[in-house]
């Protein structure tokens, strides 16, 4: 028996193929444009953030949708967790969580082909490269159950910010 997936919600700030960098901007309740990605780099998947969470970095917990057709910003896609690229950057610690549509059949990193497997763990270094004070170093990778441990500590951080 494999490992059950996480099942998740997450608020979609950028859409699959898009070559800007969007954000929720929380102050203002509306999706802005952070930045352009580089080199004409597009997301590779639905890119956002799952709500209720607070990751290391002071943000939501980050997630990328591999498959699925492009969503846009602020709808919320059901998805399972298949695992979690471990990720640093200028600010440090900004793991990312790796999902799939809930109807996907894919259960593991390893499930998907190659070519969807580097395209998504290559995009987080690839999107801040020559960017002015800007970086980004892909640490490795995990499974579900790490994942699934990862959401429940940014679950309790969020819980205890106050």
């Known amino acids: 028996m494999g490992i059950k997936c996480a099942k998740v919600v997450g608020l979609v700030e950028t859409p699959a193929g898009s070559t800007d960098k969007l954000e929720f901007n929380r102050k203002k309740g509306e999706f802005v ?3 352009k990605f580089p080199n004409g780099l597009s997301c590779p998947g639905n890119y956002g953030e799952i709500e209720g969470t607070l990751a290391e970095d002071g943000d939501a917990l980050d997630f990328l949708c591999v498959r699925g057709a ?7 896609l059901r998805m399972k967790v298949i695992g979690i690229a471990r990720f640093n950057d200028e600010k440090g610690r900004d793991d990312k969580l790796i999902c ?7 259960s593991s990193l390893n499930d998907l082909s190659e070519e969807e497997r580097n395209a998504a763990l290559n995009f987080f ?18 499974d579900a159950e790490a994942a699934r441990t990862k959401i429940a500590a940014c679950i309790d951080r969020y819980k205890k910010k106050d």
């Open 70 to 76: 492009p969503a846009k910003p602020g709808d919320r």
């Open 100 to 106: 799939v549509p809930m109807d996907c059949e894919i």
């Open 33 to 35: 444009v952070k930045r």
């Open 125 to 142: 270094p690839n999107s801040k490269k020559g960017l002015p004070g800007k970086y980004g170093v892909l640490d490795g990778v995990d």
